[in-house]
């Protein structure tokens, strides 16, 4: 069910830092070629820090920890891709289906596969009008329960953040801010959410994740990385073009998970591009600083 790519299978065996890779950002995030681009600039940017890259998909019916390029570049082609979160994840394997997987799925293949961190741009959460629509990621509840660090630049800035927070602290999830005392907003290096938990080294990220572990204590640990200030969108700026999105999703019935790709795409059209290169700039500096946690989380036997 599970297939290594060889630089993956070879990391493992000698016990080197490996970071986890998402694909839903390939096939539902980005246009391509960007997609394949981006893709392959943020394993460049593991590898530069020292670490495997291990982007994870399901290609027939199987699970893949690592892509080669030629995987990659089709992936990133590809048409009518599923994209798999915990409840479909095994359904889509045993129909020998094509799916990307989302960051709950991707926390769960990475446990799987005995990879401790993920990079990804953005989490999940609670989607605004939740209180009607009862519209909450899976990626809450797997940070509670699966054992994986992820890091991200905060959750999504289109959902309910206030919302999205609160959850993560009734699930006992740490949401650690990196270098900040306030929360990031995904493509807005701050937020007026104050952070529950701040950390300003990756030795300091690793050394908690291990002691979970050594705790007994369930879940993972949410990263927030803010996004380079020379690379942000002001959350005054961006405001009315996410209202304007999601009035488009309401108005056409857009829900459940075609949601998100709706409200990212309609974003690039309305930012005229500017929201995906923030979003190329943040994925690529989240993935360098998993690379850090990922060689410090190397020296401690996890």
Known sequence: MIHY??????????????????????????????????????EGDIR???????TIAVIKGVLHIGLTDDMLDALGQA?????????????CIARGGTG????AA?????????????????????????????DISADLHELAQTPVTVVAAGAKAILDLPKTYEVLETLGVPVIAFGQDSLPAFWSATSDLPAPLR??????ISRAHVLRGQMGLPGGQMIANPIPAADQIPAATLAPFINQALAEAEAQGIAAKSVTPFLLARLFELTK?????????????????????????AKIAV
Do not use: W
């Not at 048409?79 to 359904?91: G, H, I, M, P, T």
């Not at 190329?280 to 600083?289: K, P, T």
């Open 5 to 42: 790519a060889p630089d993956v299978a070879a990391a493992k065996a000698a016990g080197a830092p490996i970071v986890a890779l998402e694909s839903t950002i390939i096939t539902h995030g980005m246009p391509y070629p960007q997609n394949v681009e981006t893709a392959r600039l943020v």
């Open 273 to 297: 591009g500017a929201s995906l290169t923030a979003n190329i700039a943040l994925v690529r500096n989240n993935a360098r600083l998993a690379a850090e946690i990922a060689c410090e989380m």
């Open 106 to 134: 991707t926390m769960i293949a990475a446990r799987m596969a005995g990879i401790h961190v993920f990079a990804t741009g953005g989490i999940g959460g609670v989607h605004r009008g939740a209180e009607t629509s009862f």
């Open 79 to 91: 048409q009518d891709v599923a994209k798999l979160s915990r409840a479909d994840f095994a359904a």
């Open 199 to 204: 950390m300003d080294s990756a030795a300091e």
């Open 100 to 103: 990307a997987t989302t960051v």
């Open 48 to 54: 530069a820090g020292g670490a495997v890259p291990a």
